[in-house]
């Protein structure tokens, strides 16, 4: 389908209609300056990191040429609403996780992460040699938008509770916020499920407004202060085992690039998911004995939760399979992983199970 006429027909031509014409690029002696609206209050660790990170690649490799204008949340529009206005030429780029746009097209998710998804490595397998890449560029294009993964937060956390999760049972009732489709996994168990801007997590969690919630892991989590109204942590997630972050232009702005200037928001983004993924990964241990050492409860959920998150996930991924490009982009990933965990689970999780076996930690 011609992408103008899907926007026409779609829950976004409205507000793509709506929103400002996009604005004249701004130039100065050669130099451009594209403004970026993000998902992240300024600070936040990890996702504001990376995109403070592609914000300072960028202007490095293009020697000061190339420049971005990082906006926050409200400085420009909402945290969820950056998805339209880069559609629609309000801005020309955005930096968030795409899952929050499922609504737009259920797809995006994998440009995020899955329930029972790949982790970073196999995320970073499928889009940069599984077809990834060019399945993120088919669906930009019936949304103005061109994808680059640019950051990746490792494996997610379970999430802050008030109380231990002792069986599926016990998310009936609970108000609980997680994005994606790992949120409509937790409403067939029947959470209350929310999708709440990050700038808003703590206020909601401490007032009651939510039960529960999941956010990054221990660096993020720890800097959000979860910790000063919540004390049960589950370390383990069945919904973000591998969560990138992306960068997204709007595609007229990027069919107007240069080359070069492609080439530069193209290895700044890569660069921004190696960079930032290693500090992400590395801070993530001492940011945890942090946690614990200030009372927090540290948990697994038992295997039959696990079965529980399971069978819920196989159903919402199922109900989207009428969708064609959905069921493509499913098809390549779930290839992808198959290939990359064939040889994995022979060689990197075997030599880390053996090793903490002969070492411990």
């Given at each position: ?6 926007l026409k027909t779609s829950t976004l031509g409205g507000s793509a209609v709506a929103a400002t014409a996009l604005a004249a690029p701004a130039y100065a002696q050669g130099k451009r300056t594209l403004t970026m609206v993000t998902s992240w209050p300024r600070g936040f660790a990890v996702l504001d990191d990376a995109a403070s990170y592609l914000v300072a690649y960028t202007e490095a490799m293009s020697d000061g040429q190339l420049t971005i204008d990082k906006k926050a949340p ?288």
């Amino acid at each position: 389908m011609d992408r103008r006429s899907f926007l026409k027909t779609s829950t976004l031509g409205g507000s793509a209609v709506a929103a400002t014409a996009l604005a004249a690029p701004a130039y100065a002696q050669g130099k451009r300056t594209l403004t970026m609206v993000t998902s992240w209050p300024r600070g936040f660790a990890v996702l504001d990191d990376a995109a403070s990170y592609l914000v300072a690649y960028t202007e490095a490799m293009s020697d000061g040429q190339l420049t971005i204008d990082k906006k926050a949340p409200g400085e420009l529009v909402g945290a969820l609403e950056v998805f339209d206005a880069v559609s629609s030429g309000q801005a020309d780029m955005y930096h968030s996780a795409d899952y929050y746009f499922i609504g737009q097209h259920p797809g995006y998710a994998y440009f995020t992460a899955v329930p029972f998804g790949g982790t970073a490595q196999e995320v970073t397998n499928w889009y940069e040699h599984g077809g990834g890449q060019q399945h993120h560029d088919a669906l930009g294009e019936i949304f103005n938008l061109k994808g680059m993964l640019a950051g990746n937060s490792g494996s997610q956390s379970g999430g802050w509770f008030r109380k231990e999760i002792n069986s599926a049972d016990d998310f009936n009732g609970l108000k609980f916020r997680m994005p994606g489709l790992g949120g409509k996994v937790l409403g067939k168990l029947g959470a209350s499920v929310q999708n709440i801007p990050g700038g808003e997590l703590y206020q909601a969690l401490s007032s009651g407004a939510l039960d529960g919630l999941e956010w990054v892991g221990p660096m993020a989590d720890e800097r959000a202060g979860f910790q000063e109204v919540a004390k049960v942590y589950y370390t383990a997630g069945f919904h973000e085992p591998g969560s990138a972050l992306s960068a997204n232009v709007n595609l007229d702005v990027w069919n107007d690039l240069t080359p070069q200037q492609k080439a530069i928001l193209q290895g700044a983004s890569r660069a921004t998911t190696y960079v930032q993924l290693a500090e992400t990964l590395s801070s993530n241990g001492a940011a945890l004995a942090r946690l614990q050492q200030q009372g927090v409860k540290t948990l697994q959920f038992s295997d039959d939760v696990w079965d529980a998150f399971g069978k819920a996930s196989a159903e919402v991924m199922d109900e989207n399979m009428s969708d064609e490009i959905f069921a493509d982009i499913r098809n390549s990933f779930e290839t992808s992983l198959a290939n990359s965990a064939s040889w994995i689970n022979k060689s990197d999780a075997f030599y880390v199970k053996q090793r903490i076996r002969v070492l411990g930690g």
